[in-house]
């Protein structure tokens, strides 16, 4: 998982652990929990209810209107946040 993400929050964690006299790679390690273990506790919390879940006729239409919704909402803040003199981009 190296990358800007992962480098920010070792960097901060670092610098957090070393202002408070605590031994930096404890610092790394709770920085880096904190930012990306949420995601990974959801992933591997949801992933094995989510096979059963895409089975259901009921989650097809879950998802179609989700990204409906979505691509509705797109194209709304899209359209209202350019001004009306503004040239259209092609």
């Known amino acids: 998982m190296p990358g800007p993400l992962f480098n920010l929050a070792a960097y901060i964690g670092a610098l957090a652990a ?4 605590i031994n930096v790679l404890a610092g790394i390690f709770a920085a880096w929990f904190g930012l990306f273990g949420p995601g990974v506790m959801l992933i591997y919390g949801v992933l094995p209810f989510w096979g059963a879940f895409r ?3 009921r989650s097809f239409s879950f998802s ?12 709304l803040f899209n359209s209202h946040s350019r001004r009306i003199d503004a040239p259209c981009r092609v």
């Open 18 to 21: 070393r202002r408070a006299g």
């Open 64 to 75: 179609y209107d989700i990204g409906n919704l979505t691509d509705g909402t797109c194209v």
């Open 55 to 57: 089975k259901q006729v």
